[in-house]
């Protein structure tokens, strides 16, 4: 059984950074796909950022190189690094788990297997 937690989330100010961090735990971290998404009040979850089990990246429409994914296989640990924050980047961020080799690609929330609890990250002017 996978289990994901998240850390790193707070209270930034517009323009800053904050890094998120998931701890990944049970199996085989090597034979997952992870993700990071997003959900803000009222809004359906977002696509953030995803990457393959051989660091392979993607990341969302909105995200204009602000952002980046990255993983530690000898850590099984996906971090977030999330710069020039703007208001609009405020919401509940949660770290997911797909199997590989499953297909269907990395954007899709329906796609993944396992979900963290999420963090909260809020972006103030």
């Known amino acids: 059984q996978v289990q994901l937690v998240e850390s790193g989330g707070g209270v930034v100010e517009a323009g800053g950074s904050l890094t998120l961090s998931c701890a990944f735990s049970?199996?085989?971290?090597?034979?997952?796909?992870m993700g990071w998404f997003r959900q803000a009040p009222g809004l359906e979850r977002e696509f953030v950022a995803g990457?393959?089990?051989?660091?392979?990246?993607y990341y969302g429409n909105f995200v204009n190189d602000r952002f980046t994914i990255d993983r530690d296989n000898a850590k099984n640990t996906v971090t977030l690094q999330m710069n020039n924050l703007k208001v609009e980047d405020t919401a509940v961020y949660y770290c997911a788990a797909k199997e590989w080799p499953r297909g269907g690609g990395l954007r899709a929330s329906d796609e993944y297997d396992y979900w963290g609890q999420g963090t909260q990250v809020t972006v103030s002017t």
């Open positions: 049970g199996v085989d971290f090597n034979s997952y796909n």
């Open positions: 990457i393959e089990w051989h660091s392979q990246r």
